[in-house]
T-cell receptor, first 110, second 114 residues
Framework: AQRVTQPEKLLSVFKGAPVELKCNYS??????LFWYVQYSRQRLQLLLR??SRESIKGFTADLNKGETSFHLKKPFAQEEDSAMYYC????????????FGTGTRLTIIP | NAGVMQNPRHLVRRRGQEARLRCSPM?????VYWYRQLPEEGLKFMVY????????ESGMPKERFSAEFPKEGPSILRIQQVVRGDSAAYFC????????????FGPGTRLTVL
């Protein structure tokens, strides 16, 4: 069965410092990986997906199949990045559900 | 487009009562998913529905829980004879028929069982 692991429940980073939120997955097939973000008092929303290979709000994430990781990175943290971040996996071939990690609460210290 | 709507946002029930959670998908979306988030845990998949069909209910508890997505009206997640362990946030998401990988989430319903 597929699994998504986010080892850090809480992460505090100073403004302007680099950010890395870790995500590891276990799945033998070809997964599709996502990062979702939930800002305070807002609904969960898609931040980025690995297949689009784009940078959103300065965040990037590279799928590393060898290490089965999909870490989220930003070179310079901003206060508005404070939020809850969830890594999610979507299986291929018709299984429509997302498997979520437990989430990491990122706090940016001014 | 108002986005995925869920109501109520907060629901309080006593043990043994029934809870009904509603989800209206985004306009044009025909796929609905329900997830549950227990305290200190991530979101866990419960059920995936299309109009009038349950496609995957592998995450649904075997008893007391049911879901439907009728031809007309919102999707309903129904919990009968609630127990304290059912207290959680329940999220609904929807996706269009094409490009199904992106799911759009509602604000969630927080169920508290007294």
């Amino acid at each position: 069965a597929q699994r998504v692991t986010q080892p850090e429940k809480l992460l505090s980073v100073f403004k302007g410092a680099p950010v890395e939120l870790k995500c590891n997955y276990s799945y033998s097939g070809s997964p599709e990986l996502f990062w979702y973000v939930q800002y305070s008092r807002q609904r969960l929303q898609l931040l980025l997906r690995h297949i689009s290979r784009e940078s959103i709000k300065g965040f990037t994430a590279d799928l590393n199949k060898g290490e089965t990781s999909f870490h989220l990175k930003k070179p310079f943290a901003q206060e508005e990045d404070s939020a809850m971040y969830y890594c999610a996996l979507y299986r291929d071939f018709g299984n429509e559900k997302l498997t979520f990690g437990t989430g990491t609460r990122l706090t940016i210290i001014p | 487009n108002a986005g995925v709507m869920q109501n109520p946002r907060h629901l309080v029930r006593r043990r043994g009562q029934e809870a009904r959670l509603r989800c209206s998908p985004m306009k044009g979306h025909s796929h609905v998913y329900w997830y549950r988030q227990l305290p200190e845990e991530g979101l866990k998949f419960m059920v995936y529905l299309q109009k009038e069909n349950i496609i995957d209910e592998s995450g649904m508890p075997k008893e007391r829980f049911s879901a439907e997505f009728p031809k007309e009206g919102p999707s309903i997640l129904r919990i009968q004879q609630v127990v304290r362990g059912d207290s959680a946030a329940y999220f609904c998401a929807s996706s269009p028929p094409r490009g199904r990988t992106e799911q759009f989430f509602g604000p969630g319903t927080r169920l508290t069982v007294l």
